[in-house]
């Protein structure tokens, strides 16, 4: 990960893409959102959605897993250069979460997140703030999610 | 779930509490966050949050399965009284996902709604939108998660 003070409004980075079988589409509402369309074909095909769909929570926790792996395959690249690399985190949450077109069996969606916004924090003077515009498109083209987060990002160590 | 007409805004929903194990909270870090102070006491012991404790989405997700065990029995309820019941969803996303404290090993959150906004919706007429604070507060009374949303609630049918 970039530190802070390397980062730049925005930056668009590409975090990876998703391609929604029907089993773990079924499996994570089994779970977390046992809601018919989310668990039964002939019960979505009678629902608004017209077919399996995932559920949303689904669709977003995809998009931090790939985040995450997104992440650590930089840390790795950054330590084989010997280089440091700043951590990221906690996040403080996310606003605007929109659900903008159902995710289907089979939907393959590739995630992007851009940097709107960088500030320093108060709380933590080592780190600063990261707003990201995160958006996750179809294979259409068709953006199904979008949604804004903001995380703490490790500033440069002063040099000594 | 009661129609449209019948909901008012200050309403408070209990949903339900969930007791959060070291288990599951490894579970679900380990397929959507596989961030280390989710997955190992020792490492997160090490980290800014002292002790293992669950991913902001898992806390999240919670919510969301308790709602649907919590609307299913009220269907199941108004079905045995002879009642028709109204069709909620889907959601069209979420606003203000706060992660304010973190969830350790152990700790019970209790999830509630309170609706704060109603209005009729263009494109469905048949069904109006309810906006709604949800808020996960922990066995010391502190609030750990507290989001917006807004549903898709079904209208009472017309007398013939």
């Given at each position: ?128 703030l990261m707003t990201t515009f995160s958006t996750?498109?179809n294979q259409n083209g068709e953006p199904v ?7 703490f990002v490790e500033r440069r160590p002063e040099?000594?």
């Amino acid at each position: 990960m970039k530190y802070f003070e390397d980062l730049e409004v925005g930056d668009v980075t590409a975090i990876g893409r998703h391609t929604f079988t029907a089993d773990e589409i079924k499996a994570f509402a089994q779970r977390f959102d046992p809601q018919l369309f989310h668990l039964d074909e002939a019960a979505a095909e009678a629902s608004h959605f017209g077919a399996l769909c995932a559920s949303g929570w689904h669709t977003a926790v995809i998009w931090m897993r790939l985040m995450i792996d997104h992440r650590r395959g930089l840390v790795e690249a950054a330590r084989a250069r010997g280089e440091l690399v700043a951590a990221i985190g906690p996040a403080l949450g996310l606003r605007d979460m929109k659900w903008l077109k159902p995710v289907y069996v089979g939907d393959t969606i590739e995630y992007k997140a851009e940097v709107t916004g960088l500030r320093t924090s108060g709380s933590r003077p080592r780190s600063g703030l990261m707003t990201t515009f995160s958006t996750g498109v179809n294979q259409n083209g068709e953006p199904v999610i979008s949604f804004v987060s903001t995380t703490f990002v490790e500033r440069r160590p002063e040099q000594p």
